[in-house]
Protein backbone atom coordinates (compact mmCIF):
# COMPACT_ATOMS: atom_id res chain seq x y z
CA UNK A 1 0.00 0.00 0.00
CA UNK A 2 1.60 2.86 -0.75
CA UNK A 3 1.70 6.06 1.20
CA UNK A 4 -0.98 8.47 -0.05
CA UNK A 5 -3.60 5.80 0.23
CA UNK A 6 -2.55 5.06 3.66
CA UNK A 7 -2.71 8.78 4.82
CA UNK A 8 -5.66 8.60 2.69
CA UNK A 9 -7.20 5.54 4.93
CA UNK A 10 -6.54 7.23 8.28
CA UNK A 11 -8.02 10.39 7.08
CA UNK A 12 -11.10 9.32 5.81
CA UNK A 13 -11.13 6.95 9.02
CA UNK A 14 -11.35 10.04 10.92
CA UNK A 15 -14.70 11.54 9.25
CA UNK A 16 -16.87 8.70 11.11
CA UNK A 17 -15.39 10.44 14.55
CA UNK A 18 -16.05 13.42 13.06
CA UNK A 19 -18.92 13.61 12.08
CA UNK A 20 -20.23 12.03 15.16
CA UNK A 21 -18.32 15.31 17.23
CA UNK A 22 -20.38 17.50 14.64
CA UNK A 23 -23.64 15.96 15.77
CA UNK A 24 -22.95 16.97 19.21
CA UNK A 25 -21.99 20.01 18.32
CA UNK A 26 -24.86 20.64 16.82
CA UNK A 27 -27.05 20.49 19.72
CA UNK A 28 -24.58 22.90 21.44
CA UNK A 29 -25.08 25.72 18.55
CA UNK A 30 -28.94 25.14 19.08
CA UNK A 31 -29.45 26.11 22.56
CA UNK A 32 -26.50 28.68 21.95
CA UNK A 33 -28.13 30.51 19.06
CA UNK A 34 -31.63 30.84 21.02
CA UNK A 35 -30.65 31.33 24.60
CA UNK A 36 -27.05 32.53 24.83
CA UNK A 37 -26.04 29.74 27.19
CA UNK A 38 -24.41 26.75 26.83
CA UNK A 39 -25.78 23.07 27.90
CA UNK A 40 -22.74 21.22 29.16
CA UNK A 41 -25.46 18.26 30.07
CA UNK A 42 -25.58 17.81 26.18
CA UNK A 43 -23.57 15.05 26.20
CA UNK A 44 -25.67 13.60 29.33
CA UNK A 45 -28.72 14.30 26.95
CA UNK A 46 -27.66 12.32 24.06
CA UNK A 47 -26.53 9.31 26.30
CA UNK A 48 -30.02 9.15 27.59
CA UNK A 49 -31.64 9.21 24.13
CA UNK A 50 -29.20 6.38 23.14
CA UNK A 51 -30.68 4.38 26.26
CA UNK A 52 -34.09 5.25 26.02
CA UNK A 53 -33.16 3.95 22.44
CA UNK A 54 -32.26 0.77 23.59
CA UNK A 55 -35.52 0.53 26.26
CA UNK A 56 -38.00 0.81 22.96
CA UNK A 57 -35.89 -1.60 20.32
CA UNK A 58 -34.05 -4.03 21.54
CA UNK A 59 -36.07 -4.56 25.44
CA UNK A 60 -39.69 -3.68 24.55
CA UNK A 61 -38.96 -4.52 20.69
CA UNK A 62 -40.54 -2.17 19.21
CA UNK A 63 -39.65 -1.82 15.28
CA UNK A 64 -36.72 0.42 14.54
CA UNK A 65 -39.37 3.47 13.35
CA UNK A 66 -41.06 3.92 15.99
CA UNK A 67 -38.61 3.23 18.58
CA UNK A 68 -37.21 5.69 17.05
CA UNK A 69 -40.06 8.62 17.09
CA UNK A 70 -41.10 7.58 20.02
CA UNK A 71 -37.09 8.17 21.51
CA UNK A 72 -37.83 11.85 19.93
CA UNK A 73 -41.03 12.36 21.41
CA UNK A 74 -39.79 11.12 25.35
CA UNK A 75 -36.47 13.28 24.93
CA UNK A 76 -38.37 16.11 23.71
CA UNK A 77 -40.90 16.11 26.63
CA UNK A 78 -37.92 15.42 28.68
CA UNK A 79 -36.41 18.84 27.45
CA UNK A 80 -39.55 20.82 28.60
CA UNK A 81 -39.41 19.29 31.60
CA UNK A 82 -35.20 20.11 32.41
CA UNK A 83 -36.42 23.92 30.98
CA UNK A 84 -39.34 24.28 33.58
CA UNK A 85 -37.31 23.35 36.77
CA UNK A 86 -33.36 24.20 35.98
CA UNK A 87 -33.26 26.88 33.19
CA UNK A 88 -36.37 29.03 33.40
CA UNK A 89 -35.30 30.16 37.30
CA UNK A 90 -31.91 31.24 35.88
CA UNK A 91 -32.94 33.10 33.40
CA UNK A 92 -31.35 36.30 34.49
CA UNK A 93 -28.39 34.55 36.09
CA UNK A 94 -24.92 35.14 35.30
CA UNK A 95 -23.52 32.71 32.20
CA UNK A 96 -20.94 31.24 34.94
CA UNK A 97 -24.11 29.90 37.03
CA UNK A 98 -25.93 28.62 34.02
CA UNK A 99 -23.01 26.91 33.02
CA UNK A 100 -22.06 25.00 36.63
CA UNK A 101 -26.14 24.36 36.81
CA UNK A 102 -26.23 22.36 33.69
CA UNK A 103 -22.67 20.31 34.83
CA UNK A 104 -24.69 19.60 38.05
CA UNK A 105 -27.63 18.55 36.05
CA UNK A 106 -25.49 16.11 33.77
CA UNK A 107 -23.42 14.67 36.93
CA UNK A 108 -27.16 14.07 38.51
CA UNK A 109 -27.88 12.51 35.30
CA UNK A 110 -25.43 10.38 34.71
CA UNK A 111 -25.08 9.00 38.27
CA UNK A 112 -28.99 8.23 37.72
CA UNK A 113 -28.64 6.08 34.58
CA UNK A 114 -25.44 4.41 36.41
CA UNK A 115 -28.14 3.94 39.65
CA UNK A 116 -30.86 2.42 37.50
CA UNK A 117 -28.73 0.59 34.48
CA UNK A 118 -25.39 -0.38 36.09
CA UNK A 119 -22.15 0.65 34.09
CA UNK A 120 -22.17 -2.37 31.89
CA UNK A 121 -21.30 -1.29 27.97
CA UNK A 122 -24.44 -2.05 26.20
CA UNK A 123 -24.29 -2.17 22.14
CA UNK A 124 -26.70 -1.25 19.82
CA UNK A 125 -28.16 -2.61 16.20
CA UNK A 126 -26.78 0.20 13.32
CA UNK A 127 -29.13 1.80 11.09
CA UNK A 128 -26.47 1.16 8.39
CA UNK A 129 -24.28 -1.50 7.68
CA UNK A 130 -21.18 -1.80 8.95
CA UNK A 131 -19.65 -4.10 6.10
CA UNK A 132 -16.88 -2.18 5.11
CA UNK A 133 -16.74 -0.81 1.23
CA UNK A 134 -13.85 -0.27 -0.65
CA UNK A 135 -12.87 2.95 -2.91
CA UNK A 136 -9.74 2.45 -4.27
CA UNK A 137 -7.83 1.52 -1.56
CA UNK A 138 -9.37 3.26 1.08
CA UNK A 139 -12.12 1.61 3.18
CA UNK A 140 -15.25 2.44 4.71
CA UNK A 141 -18.50 1.80 6.23
CA UNK A 142 -21.71 2.74 4.93
CA UNK A 143 -22.45 3.09 8.84
CA UNK A 144 -19.58 6.21 8.96
CA UNK A 145 -21.17 7.50 5.48
CA UNK A 146 -24.48 7.57 6.95
CA UNK A 147 -23.80 9.56 10.04
CA UNK A 148 -22.18 12.20 7.73
CA UNK A 149 -25.10 12.08 5.79
CA UNK A 150 -27.46 12.38 8.38
CA UNK A 151 -25.57 15.26 10.11
CA UNK A 152 -25.16 17.59 6.47
CA UNK A 153 -29.19 16.88 6.62
CA UNK A 154 -29.43 18.03 10.29
CA UNK A 155 -27.42 20.81 9.40
CA UNK A 156 -29.32 22.13 6.68
CA UNK A 157 -32.69 21.64 8.33
CA UNK A 158 -30.92 23.81 11.40
CA UNK A 159 -30.10 26.49 8.70
CA UNK A 160 -33.29 26.62 6.86
CA UNK A 161 -35.07 26.59 10.15
CA UNK A 162 -33.32 29.31 11.55
CA UNK A 163 -33.29 31.50 8.71
CA UNK A 164 -37.16 31.11 7.61
CA UNK A 165 -39.20 29.22 10.22
CA UNK A 166 -41.37 31.80 12.42
CA UNK A 167 -40.18 30.09 15.36
CA UNK A 168 -36.17 29.96 14.26
CA UNK A 169 -36.32 33.77 13.77
CA UNK A 170 -37.85 34.15 17.26
CA UNK A 171 -35.02 32.44 18.56
CA UNK A 172 -32.54 34.55 17.03
CA UNK A 173 -34.38 37.57 18.28
CA UNK A 174 -34.83 36.20 21.75
CA UNK A 175 -31.04 35.76 21.85
CA UNK A 176 -29.96 39.09 20.32
CA UNK A 177 -32.20 40.89 23.07
CA UNK A 178 -34.92 39.18 25.24
CA UNK A 179 -36.30 42.54 26.40
CA UNK A 180 -36.83 43.56 22.89
CA UNK A 181 -38.05 40.48 21.66
CA UNK A 182 -41.03 40.49 24.08
CA UNK A 183 -41.78 43.96 23.23
CA UNK A 184 -42.45 42.82 19.59
CA UNK A 185 -44.60 40.00 21.19
CA UNK A 186 -42.50 36.74 21.16
CA UNK A 187 -43.09 35.12 23.98
CA UNK A 188 -39.77 34.43 25.79
CA UNK A 189 -40.47 31.51 27.77
CA UNK A 190 -42.56 29.94 25.26
CA UNK A 191 -39.54 30.30 23.00
CA UNK A 192 -37.06 28.76 25.86
CA UNK A 193 -39.39 26.00 26.70
CA UNK A 194 -39.25 24.81 22.15
CA UNK A 195 -35.54 25.58 22.21
CA UNK A 196 -34.64 23.02 25.28
CA UNK A 197 -36.95 20.65 23.77
CA UNK A 198 -35.91 20.43 20.49
CA UNK A 199 -32.34 20.01 21.70
CA UNK A 200 -32.68 17.51 24.02
CA UNK A 201 -34.61 15.68 21.03
CA UNK A 202 -31.77 16.34 18.98
CA UNK A 203 -29.95 14.97 21.32
CA UNK A 204 -32.04 12.21 21.59
CA UNK A 205 -31.71 11.15 18.02
CA UNK A 206 -27.79 11.69 18.44
CA UNK A 207 -27.78 9.18 20.72
CA UNK A 208 -29.41 6.60 18.57
CA UNK A 209 -27.66 7.45 15.82
CA UNK A 210 -24.35 7.14 17.26
CA UNK A 211 -25.07 4.98 19.93
CA UNK A 212 -23.95 2.16 16.92
CA UNK A 213 -20.28 3.63 16.92
CA UNK A 214 -19.84 3.84 20.48
CA UNK A 215 -20.96 1.69 22.95
CA UNK A 216 -23.54 2.88 25.07
CA UNK A 217 -22.67 3.80 29.05
CA UNK A 218 -23.55 6.18 31.43
CA UNK A 219 -20.11 7.65 30.81
CA UNK A 220 -20.73 8.11 26.99
CA UNK A 221 -21.59 11.64 27.08
CA UNK A 222 -18.23 12.43 27.90
CA UNK A 223 -17.71 12.77 24.05
CA UNK A 224 -19.93 15.54 23.90
CA UNK A 225 -17.12 17.60 25.00
CA UNK A 226 -15.20 16.60 21.68
CA UNK A 227 -18.50 18.43 19.94
CA UNK A 228 -17.89 21.16 22.24
CA UNK A 229 -14.93 21.59 21.40
CA UNK A 230 -15.98 21.16 17.24
CA UNK A 231 -18.11 24.08 18.07
CA UNK A 232 -16.04 26.04 19.49
CA UNK A 233 -13.22 25.79 16.45
CA UNK A 234 -16.31 26.67 14.10
CA UNK A 235 -16.83 29.55 15.79
CA UNK A 236 -20.01 28.15 18.05
CA UNK A 237 -22.94 30.70 15.94
CA UNK A 238 -21.83 29.37 12.43
CA UNK A 239 -23.65 25.78 11.30
CA UNK A 240 -21.35 25.15 8.67
CA UNK A 241 -18.38 26.45 10.35
CA UNK A 242 -19.71 23.22 13.01
CA UNK A 243 -19.41 20.76 11.08
CA UNK A 244 -16.53 21.76 9.60
CA UNK A 245 -14.92 21.86 12.92
CA UNK A 246 -16.76 18.45 13.87
CA UNK A 247 -14.45 16.66 11.05
CA UNK A 248 -10.67 18.35 11.30
CA UNK A 249 -10.95 17.56 15.12
CA UNK A 250 -11.42 13.75 14.30
CA UNK A 251 -9.24 13.94 11.21
CA UNK A 252 -6.63 15.65 13.25
CA UNK A 253 -7.38 13.16 16.22
CA UNK A 254 -7.14 10.15 13.60
CA UNK A 255 -3.67 11.71 12.52
CA UNK A 256 -2.19 12.15 15.63
CA UNK A 257 -3.42 8.90 16.54
CA UNK A 258 -1.37 7.14 13.98
CA UNK A 259 1.90 9.22 13.21
CA UNK A 260 2.17 10.66 16.76
CA UNK A 261 0.97 9.16 19.79
CA UNK A 262 -2.50 7.37 20.58
CA UNK A 263 -2.15 7.84 24.34
CA UNK A 264 -1.89 11.75 23.24
CA UNK A 265 -4.16 12.09 20.60
CA UNK A 266 -6.49 13.45 22.85
CA UNK A 267 -3.88 15.82 24.29
CA UNK A 268 -2.91 17.05 20.69
CA UNK A 269 -6.39 18.12 20.06
CA UNK A 270 -7.03 19.90 23.44
CA UNK A 271 -3.55 22.10 22.44
CA UNK A 272 -4.91 22.49 19.00
CA UNK A 273 -8.26 23.64 20.41
CA UNK A 274 -6.57 25.96 22.62
CA UNK A 275 -4.21 26.97 20.24
CA UNK A 276 -6.99 27.92 17.91
CA UNK A 277 -8.57 30.44 20.68
CA UNK A 278 -5.48 32.23 21.70
CA UNK A 279 -4.80 32.85 18.22
CA UNK A 280 -8.67 33.56 16.93
CA UNK A 281 -10.78 33.65 19.86
CA UNK A 282 -14.35 33.59 17.78
CA UNK A 283 -13.29 30.54 16.18
CA UNK A 284 -12.05 29.59 12.70
CA UNK A 285 -15.75 30.83 10.97
CA UNK A 286 -16.66 32.91 13.52
CA UNK A 287 -17.33 36.67 13.34
CA UNK A 288 -15.51 38.68 15.67
CA UNK A 289 -18.11 39.92 18.33
CA UNK A 290 -16.96 43.27 19.66
CA UNK A 291 -18.16 43.82 23.41
CA UNK A 292 -20.07 47.07 24.15
CA UNK A 293 -19.45 48.11 27.56
CA UNK B 1 -17.53 37.94 69.15
CA UNK B 2 -14.90 37.55 65.98
CA UNK B 3 -12.12 37.45 68.52
CA UNK B 4 -13.97 35.19 70.52
CA UNK B 5 -14.80 32.76 67.73
CA UNK B 6 -11.48 32.68 66.47
CA UNK B 7 -10.01 31.51 69.88
CA UNK B 8 -12.73 28.73 70.09
CA UNK B 9 -11.73 27.68 66.33
CA UNK B 10 -7.83 27.47 67.33
CA UNK B 11 -8.46 25.82 70.68
CA UNK B 12 -10.90 23.09 69.68
CA UNK B 13 -8.83 22.16 66.24
CA UNK B 14 -5.31 21.86 68.76
CA UNK B 15 -7.34 19.99 71.21
CA UNK B 16 -9.55 18.05 68.88
CA UNK B 17 -6.91 15.26 68.83
CA UNK B 18 -7.00 14.72 72.45
CA UNK B 19 -10.70 13.59 72.58
CA UNK B 20 -11.28 12.34 69.39
CA UNK B 21 -10.41 8.87 67.08
CA UNK B 22 -7.98 9.17 64.27
CA UNK B 23 -10.28 9.26 62.10
CA UNK B 24 -11.61 12.31 62.93
CA UNK B 25 -8.12 14.16 62.49
CA UNK B 26 -8.05 12.41 59.08
CA UNK B 27 -11.29 13.96 58.52
CA UNK B 28 -10.34 17.30 59.71
CA UNK B 29 -7.21 17.17 58.01
CA UNK B 30 -9.20 16.77 54.62
CA UNK B 31 -11.62 19.53 55.61
CA UNK B 32 -8.05 21.91 55.86
CA UNK B 33 -6.71 20.76 52.81
CA UNK B 34 -10.13 21.12 50.60
CA UNK B 35 -10.28 24.56 52.20
CA UNK B 36 -6.63 25.43 50.91
CA UNK B 37 -7.83 24.33 47.51
CA UNK B 38 -11.37 26.48 48.11
CA UNK B 39 -10.54 29.55 49.00
CA UNK B 40 -7.86 29.77 46.14
CA UNK B 41 -10.49 28.88 43.91
CA UNK B 42 -12.58 31.51 45.25
CA UNK B 43 -10.13 34.31 44.50
CA UNK B 44 -10.10 33.01 41.06
CA UNK B 45 -13.39 33.05 40.35
CA UNK B 46 -15.71 34.85 43.74
CA UNK B 47 -12.85 38.28 43.56
CA UNK B 48 -11.82 37.72 40.18
CA UNK B 49 -14.87 36.67 38.17
CA UNK B 50 -12.87 33.58 36.25
CA UNK B 51 -13.82 29.89 36.39
CA UNK B 52 -12.27 26.89 36.66
CA UNK B 53 -13.07 23.18 35.81
CA UNK B 54 -9.43 21.66 36.17
CA UNK B 55 -8.59 23.11 39.72
CA UNK B 56 -7.76 19.12 40.66
CA UNK B 57 -5.06 19.03 37.87
CA UNK B 58 -3.40 21.84 39.77
CA UNK B 59 -3.48 19.46 43.02
CA UNK B 60 -2.09 17.08 41.01
CA UNK B 61 1.09 18.78 39.33
CA UNK B 62 1.64 20.04 43.19
CA UNK B 63 1.31 16.57 44.51
CA UNK B 64 3.23 14.64 41.64
CA UNK B 65 5.96 17.72 42.09
CA UNK B 66 6.24 17.42 46.15
CA UNK B 67 6.50 13.85 46.03
CA UNK B 68 9.26 13.48 43.29
CA UNK B 69 11.21 16.27 44.81
CA UNK B 70 11.22 14.96 48.25
CA UNK B 71 10.90 11.15 47.57
CA UNK B 72 13.01 11.00 44.77
CA UNK B 73 15.66 13.47 44.90
CA UNK B 74 15.60 13.79 48.28
CA UNK B 75 15.14 17.77 49.04
CA UNK B 76 13.89 19.04 52.00
CA UNK B 77 10.10 18.41 52.42
CA UNK B 78 9.52 22.32 53.57
CA UNK B 79 11.42 22.83 49.94
CA UNK B 80 9.03 20.39 48.48
CA UNK B 81 6.02 21.87 49.58
CA UNK B 82 6.96 25.42 48.19
CA UNK B 83 8.05 23.66 44.64
CA UNK B 84 4.86 21.99 44.37
CA UNK B 85 2.97 25.23 44.87
CA UNK B 86 5.50 26.58 42.90
CA UNK B 87 5.03 24.54 39.85
CA UNK B 88 1.60 24.64 39.93
CA UNK B 89 1.59 28.47 40.10
CA UNK B 90 3.48 28.36 36.94
CA UNK B 91 1.23 26.15 35.25
CA UNK B 92 -1.55 27.70 36.25
CA UNK B 93 -0.28 30.92 34.62
CA UNK B 94 0.60 29.21 31.29
CA UNK B 95 -3.01 28.07 31.35
CA UNK B 96 -4.23 31.82 32.66
CA UNK B 97 -2.64 33.27 29.47
CA UNK B 98 -4.61 32.23 26.50
CA UNK B 99 -7.83 32.43 28.56
CA UNK B 100 -7.28 36.21 28.23
CA UNK B 101 -8.94 37.39 25.55
CA UNK B 102 -11.91 34.58 26.71
CA UNK B 103 -15.28 34.87 27.94
CA UNK B 104 -16.21 32.39 31.07
CA UNK B 105 -17.71 30.03 28.76
CA UNK B 106 -14.36 29.39 27.02
CA UNK B 107 -12.48 29.76 30.46
CA UNK B 108 -14.68 27.02 31.22
CA UNK B 109 -13.47 24.91 29.02
CA UNK B 110 -9.95 25.48 28.24
CA UNK B 111 -9.38 24.52 32.12
CA UNK B 112 -11.50 21.38 31.74
CA UNK B 113 -9.41 20.39 28.93
CA UNK B 114 -6.55 21.12 30.89
CA UNK B 115 -7.67 18.79 33.81
CA UNK B 116 -8.29 16.16 31.16
CA UNK B 117 -4.65 17.14 29.80
CA UNK B 118 -3.21 16.27 33.04
CA UNK B 119 -4.62 12.93 34.00
CA UNK B 120 -3.67 11.27 30.30
CA UNK B 121 -0.34 12.69 31.32
CA UNK B 122 0.16 11.00 34.37
CA UNK B 123 -1.69 7.83 33.57
CA UNK B 124 1.21 7.46 30.15
CA UNK B 125 4.12 9.38 31.32
CA UNK B 126 4.42 6.14 33.70
CA UNK B 127 8.60 6.28 33.67
CA UNK B 128 8.35 9.21 36.08
CA UNK B 129 4.60 9.04 37.61
CA UNK B 130 4.29 5.14 37.65
CA UNK B 131 1.06 5.41 35.92
CA UNK B 132 -2.24 4.87 36.84
CA UNK B 133 -0.63 2.46 40.02
CA UNK B 134 0.28 6.12 41.65
CA UNK B 135 3.25 6.87 44.42
CA UNK B 136 4.18 6.00 47.79
CA UNK B 137 4.29 9.28 49.55
CA UNK B 138 7.16 9.66 52.03
CA UNK B 139 6.17 11.96 54.96
CA UNK B 140 8.15 14.61 56.05
CA UNK B 141 10.66 13.12 58.78
CA UNK B 142 11.76 15.23 62.00
CA UNK B 143 15.32 14.20 63.24
CA UNK B 144 15.26 11.23 60.81
CA UNK B 145 11.67 9.94 61.92
CA UNK B 146 8.96 10.81 59.78
CA UNK B 147 5.89 12.58 61.14
CA UNK B 148 3.25 9.87 62.19
CA UNK B 149 -0.83 10.36 63.23
CA UNK B 150 -1.29 13.13 65.18
CA UNK B 151 1.77 14.81 64.06
CA UNK B 152 0.77 14.83 60.46
CA UNK B 153 -2.49 16.98 61.41
CA UNK B 154 -0.91 19.84 62.86
CA UNK B 155 1.63 20.60 60.53
CA UNK B 156 -1.42 20.50 58.09
CA UNK B 157 -3.11 22.20 60.31
CA UNK B 158 -0.78 24.96 60.46
CA UNK B 159 0.32 25.33 56.60
CA UNK B 160 -3.71 25.50 55.68
CA UNK B 161 -3.84 28.07 58.77
CA UNK B 162 -0.84 30.27 57.13
CA UNK B 163 -2.87 30.13 53.57
CA UNK B 164 -6.10 30.96 54.55
CA UNK B 165 -4.90 34.32 56.55
CA UNK B 166 -2.38 35.21 53.68
CA UNK B 167 -5.53 34.84 51.12
CA UNK B 168 -7.68 36.80 53.75
CA UNK B 169 -4.97 39.55 53.59
CA UNK B 170 -5.06 39.64 50.52
CA UNK B 171 -8.68 40.11 49.77
CA UNK B 172 -9.01 43.37 51.62
CA UNK B 173 -5.83 44.76 49.94
CA UNK B 174 -5.63 47.32 47.44
CA UNK B 175 -4.89 43.60 45.08
CA UNK B 176 -8.19 42.29 46.01
CA UNK B 177 -9.87 45.12 45.09
CA UNK B 178 -8.16 45.56 42.25
CA UNK B 179 -9.83 42.14 41.29
CA UNK B 180 -12.84 42.64 42.30
CA UNK B 181 -13.15 45.70 39.79
CA UNK B 182 -11.88 43.03 37.22
CA UNK B 183 -14.87 40.64 37.65
CA UNK B 184 -16.95 43.95 37.76
CA UNK B 185 -16.31 45.17 34.19
CA UNK B 186 -12.41 44.79 32.06
CA UNK B 187 -13.03 48.15 30.36
CA UNK B 188 -13.86 50.10 33.74
CA UNK B 189 -10.63 48.61 35.56
CA UNK B 190 -8.73 49.78 32.50
CA UNK B 191 -9.77 53.10 32.27
CA UNK B 192 -8.88 53.83 36.04
CA UNK B 193 -5.34 52.17 35.26
CA UNK B 194 -5.69 48.51 37.00
CA UNK B 195 -3.74 45.94 34.86
CA UNK B 196 -6.57 43.27 33.96
CA UNK B 197 -4.44 40.64 32.38
CA UNK B 198 -1.97 40.62 34.82
CA UNK B 199 -4.62 40.64 37.35
CA UNK B 200 -6.60 37.63 35.82
CA UNK B 201 -3.32 35.73 34.93
CA UNK B 202 -2.18 36.10 38.58
CA UNK B 203 -5.52 35.13 40.01
CA UNK B 204 -4.74 32.09 38.22
CA UNK B 205 -1.57 31.26 39.22
CA UNK B 206 -2.89 31.89 43.15
CA UNK B 207 -5.65 29.48 42.35
CA UNK B 208 -3.19 27.14 41.04
CA UNK B 209 -0.52 27.84 44.31
CA UNK B 210 -3.30 27.30 46.80
CA UNK B 211 -4.42 23.89 44.86
CA UNK B 212 -0.56 22.86 44.72
CA UNK B 213 0.68 23.02 47.94
CA UNK B 214 -2.85 21.48 48.99
CA UNK B 215 -1.80 18.58 46.39
CA UNK B 216 1.81 18.17 48.29
CA UNK B 217 -0.23 18.09 52.19
CA UNK B 218 -2.62 15.66 50.26
CA UNK B 219 0.18 13.42 49.43
CA UNK B 220 1.78 13.40 53.34
CA UNK B 221 -2.02 12.89 54.58
CA UNK B 222 -2.86 9.45 52.88
CA UNK B 223 0.92 8.73 51.84
CA UNK B 224 -0.23 7.64 48.44
CA UNK B 225 -1.04 9.76 45.31
CA UNK B 226 -2.47 8.22 41.75
CA UNK B 227 -4.35 9.54 39.12
CA UNK B 228 -7.69 8.99 40.10
CA UNK B 229 -7.84 11.53 43.01
CA UNK B 230 -7.02 14.17 40.54
CA UNK B 231 -10.01 13.64 37.75
CA UNK B 232 -12.93 15.64 37.17
CA UNK B 233 -14.94 14.45 39.78
CA UNK B 234 -12.21 16.15 42.30
CA UNK B 235 -12.32 19.36 40.14
CA UNK B 236 -16.07 19.17 40.27
CA UNK B 237 -16.26 19.05 44.07
CA UNK B 238 -14.24 21.79 44.67
CA UNK B 239 -16.00 24.11 42.61
CA UNK B 240 -19.73 22.79 44.48
CA UNK B 241 -17.58 23.64 47.75
CA UNK B 242 -16.99 27.07 46.47
CA UNK B 243 -20.72 27.80 45.22
CA UNK B 244 -21.99 25.94 47.65
CA UNK B 245 -20.19 28.12 50.35
CA UNK B 246 -21.08 31.77 48.16
CA UNK B 247 -18.56 32.54 45.60
CA UNK B 248 -16.57 35.85 46.84
CA UNK B 249 -17.50 35.05 50.70
CA UNK B 250 -14.20 34.58 52.11
CA UNK B 251 -15.44 32.52 54.87
CA UNK B 252 -18.10 30.58 52.66
CA UNK B 253 -15.05 28.55 51.26
CA UNK B 254 -14.47 27.23 55.02
CA UNK B 255 -18.06 26.19 54.94
CA UNK B 256 -17.75 24.95 51.61
CA UNK B 257 -15.20 22.61 52.23
CA UNK B 258 -15.93 21.79 55.92
CA UNK B 259 -19.47 20.49 54.58
CA UNK B 260 -18.99 19.21 51.38
CA UNK B 261 -15.79 17.48 52.55
CA UNK B 262 -17.80 15.60 55.21
CA UNK B 263 -20.80 14.50 52.82
CA UNK B 264 -18.62 13.32 50.72
CA UNK B 265 -16.56 11.25 52.66
CA UNK B 266 -19.85 9.62 55.05
CA UNK B 267 -21.68 8.76 51.34
CA UNK B 268 -18.45 7.08 50.05
CA UNK B 269 -20.01 3.26 50.60
CA UNK B 270 -22.60 4.49 48.96
CA UNK B 271 -20.98 4.42 45.75
CA UNK B 272 -22.98 6.40 43.17
CA UNK B 273 -25.51 7.44 44.92
CA UNK B 274 -22.39 10.00 46.42
CA UNK B 275 -22.31 11.51 42.81
CA UNK B 276 -26.06 12.03 42.52
CA UNK B 277 -26.11 13.35 46.13
CA UNK B 278 -23.07 15.99 45.10
CA UNK B 279 -24.58 17.19 42.17
CA UNK B 280 -27.84 17.73 43.40
CA UNK B 281 -25.80 19.64 46.01
CA UNK B 282 -24.58 21.56 43.44
CA UNK B 283 -27.72 22.41 41.64
CA UNK B 284 -29.79 23.04 44.19
CA UNK B 285 -27.18 25.80 45.54
CA UNK B 286 -27.43 27.44 42.45
CA UNK B 287 -31.55 27.19 42.15
CA UNK B 288 -31.45 28.15 46.16
CA UNK B 289 -28.85 29.78 47.23
CA UNK B 290 -27.52 32.09 44.65
CA UNK B 291 -25.39 33.88 47.53
CA UNK B 292 -23.89 30.05 49.16
CA UNK B 293 -24.22 29.60 52.24
CA UNK B 294 -22.46 31.94 53.80
CA UNK B 295 -24.69 34.66 52.12
CA UNK B 296 -27.83 33.23 53.58
CA UNK B 297 -25.89 32.79 57.12
CA UNK B 298 -25.19 36.18 56.22
CA UNK B 299 -28.76 37.63 55.74
CA UNK B 300 -30.31 35.80 58.72
CA UNK B 301 -27.63 36.96 61.31
CA UNK B 302 -28.21 40.66 59.91
CA UNK B 303 -32.20 39.39 60.51
CA UNK B 304 -32.31 38.66 63.88
CA UNK B 305 -30.22 41.30 64.55
CA UNK B 306 -32.55 43.87 63.14
CA UNK B 307 -35.32 41.90 64.95
CA UNK B 308 -33.53 42.25 68.63
CA UNK B 309 -32.40 46.17 67.91
Known sequence: VSTAWYVAQVVVSGITPGATYALMALGFVLVFKATGVVNFAHGEAVMVGAYTGLVMHSELGLPYVPAFLLTLVVAFLFGLLVELIVYRPLLRAPVVSVILASIALGQIMRSAVRIVRGDDMRVFPPVFSTRPVAVGEVVITPLSLGVVAVSFLLMAVLAAFFRWFQLGKAMRAVSENQLAASLMGISVPAVFSWTWGLSSALAGASGVLIAPLVMISPEMGFVAFKGFVAAILGGFTSIPGTILGGLLMGVLENLAGVFVSTAYKDVISFLFMIGVLAVRPAGLLGAARIKKV | ?309
Request: one cysteine or more.
Open chain 2, 1 to 309: VKVAAAAVLVLGLGLLPLVTTYYVTYLASLIAISAVVVVGLNVLMGYAGQVSLGQAGFMAIGAYTGVLLAGGAGLPWAVALAAGGAAAALVGMLVGLPTLRLSPLYIATVTFAFGQTVQIVLVHWDRVTNGPDGLTVVRPAVAGQPLRGVAIYYVILAVSALLVLGAFNLVGSLRGRALMAVRESEPASLSVGIAVSWYKTWAFAFGAFYAGVAGVLYGWLTEFISPDAFGFDQSLLFLTMAIVGGLGRFWGALVGAAALTLVNEILRPAGVYRQLVLGACLLLAILLMPQGAWGAIAAGWRRLQRRTA
